[in-house]
């Protein structure tokens, strides 16, 4: 007697909470989740299969507490299912996102591709010319690139190749542009530069990159060398004759002069 009685004290008085817990603990599960998504914008590693399967469960338990009159399980599912459902829009519209954005970036650097750098930056250069703004544009070689594969391997010749590029993004400023241009040179537009300001910010990632640091397995350093072609509005306002017009100058540059500006005389 005394054995069912406490039964029933624990059917009506501590089961009952179990399952408010149960049904909360999923709920914040799921609600947590949301919040970190919206904040992050970053879907990596979750899979929509799966949530379509937590929804379909989260359906199946709401009706099942429907049938059984437990509305613990009707709510509680019915809340989860809403942000199930959330999640699943997020991670389709953010991959949706992810994959064209992913279009747009070289794969070892992360940086831009030169197809959208050459799409891109033509509306740069007309926004620029609209106000009335300078401009310039860089070709920038990793003069030592095939060197140090050659030198100590791809693995090390990629990474000293993804160091330069993380340099050079955090270098820039946000409305100037950088894209991988081939294997060893990138492609800059410098937004708001003429001839002289341009130069300066060419000198200035020439020094800092000869500060950058990369050691071998066998603790060598590896240098990090680089030559720059300049070209401004002041010779042309076509992309395309812009980086032809920078590329010429990289021509010119030498281990004692790495920075180059493009001169009509020169190019005479």
Same mark, same amino acid.
């Given at each position: ?5 406490? +039964? ?5 008085? @501590? ?30 590693? @979750? $899979? ?6 937590? $929804? ?15 509305? %613990? ?8 299912? *809403? *942000?199930? *459902? ?10 949706? +996102?992810? &994959?064209? +954005?992913? =279009?747009?970036?070289?794969? +070892? ?26 401009? =310039? ?16 391997? &791809? ?6 190749? &993804?160091?330069?590029? &993380? #340099? ?9 542009? %950088? ?14 530069? !003429? ?9 200035? @990632? ?14 060598? !350093?590896?240098? *990090?060398?680089?030559?720059?072609? %300049? ?6 306002? /076509? @992309?395309?004759?812009?980086? /032809? ?16 500006? #493009? $001169? ?5």
């Amino acid at each position: 007697m005394l054995m069912n009685i406490d +039964e029933a004290t624990l059917e009506t008085t @501590l089961f009952p909470y179990i399952g408010y817990a149960a049904g909360l603990a999923t709920v914040l599960t799921f609600a947590i989740q949301t919040l970190r998504i919206v904040q992050t914008k970053n879907v990596t590693n @979750l $899979s929509s299969y799966m949530y379509i399967m937590y $929804s379909l469960g989260s359906i199946c338990w709401f009706a099942y507490g429907v049938y059984i009159e437990s509305w %613990i399980l009707v709510f509680s599912n019915l809340i989860t299912f *809403f *942000f199930v *459902f959330v999640i699943l829009c997020l991670i389709l519209y953010y991959d949706a +996102e992810d &994959k064209i +954005e992913r =279009a747009r970036r070289d794969p +070892e650097t992360y940086l831009f591709n030169r197809q959208y750098f050459t799409q891109a930056v033509p509306e740069k250069i007309g926004q620029a010319l609209a106000a009335g703004q300078n401009f =310039a544009v860089m070709m920038l070689s990793f003069a030592n690139y095939q060197n140090i594969t050659e030198k100590h391997g &791809k693995k090390i010749g990629s990474k000293a190749l &993804k160091t330069l590029a &993380k #340099y050079l993004d955090k270098a820039l400023r946000n409305t100037d542009m %950088i894209a991988r241009y081939d294997d060893n040179s990138f492609s800059i537009y410098i937004d708001n530069a !003429d001839d002289k300001i341009a130069k300066i910010v060419a000198g200035r @990632l020439n020094e800092d990159i000869k500060k950058l640091s990369l050691k071998t397995k066998d603790n060598q !350093d590896i240098p *990090f060398d680089v030559n720059l072609g %300049i070209s401004s509005s002041k010779q042309d306002h /076509n @992309l395309e004759a812009l980086l /032809n017009k920078a590329a010429e100058a990289l021509k010119t540059a030498t281990p004692r002069s790495r920075v180059k500006l #493009y $001169s009509e005389k020169k190019s005479k």
